[in-house]
Structures are given as C-alpha cells and as structure tokens.
C-alpha cells in the first residue's frame, strides 16, 4: 500500500483498510487473483468502506471473518 502513500485511494484521507474491489464470496475465495491480487484491493479509510458497503448491501452474498481469519456463516 506504499505505492499509495498509505492515503485513502477514493477521498485522500488516511488509509485503514484494504478493500477487495470485487468482493470475496465462498466461490472466489480460494481465488488468489480475487481474494490477494493486487489489482482487486484498494486501500480506503473507514468512511470510504463503510459508503462502498452500504451500496453493496444486498447486492449478493458476501463473506465475513473472524478476528482469526475464519469464515463466520451468516
């Protein structure tokens, strides 16, 4: 994330959190152009994440981790 100068690639801001562009579902996990390409992640801060998911609610089934990494079914 370097290469961004660790600032949010949407507003500017500080950057937080890495963000898969195509979102991570248990059919494209295992795909590591998907799931660790550096062409689908996007380093955003907290609002910038919180507004690209608020879109994405409901728009699909996504997948979630807990702290260990381990999928959490919902």
Same mark, same amino acid.
């Given at each position: 994330?370097?290469?961004?100068?660790?600032?949010?690639?949407?507003?500017?801001? #500080?950057?937080?959190?890495?963000?898969?562009?195509?979102?991570?579902? !248990? !059919?494209?996990?295992?795909?590591?152009?998907?799931? /660790?390409?550096?062409?689908?992640?996007?380093?955003?801060?907290?609002?910038?994440?919180?507004?690209?998911?608020?879109? /994405?609610?409901?728009?699909?089934?996504?997948?979630?981790?807990? !702290?260990?990494?381990? #999928?959490?079914?919902?």
């Amino acid at each position: 994330m370097s290469s961004v100068g660790y600032l949010c690639e949407i507003c500017g801001e #500080i950057g937080e959190i890495v963000h898969h562009k195509i979102p991570l579902t !248990e !059919e494209n996990l295992n795909n590591t152009k998907i799931s /660790l390409g550096s062409d689908n992640l996007q380093l955003v801060c907290r609002s910038c994440h919180k507004r690209i998911h608020d879109e /994405l609610d409901g728009k699909g089934r996504r997948i979630i981790f807990d !702290e260990n990494g381990n #999928i959490i079914p919902f």
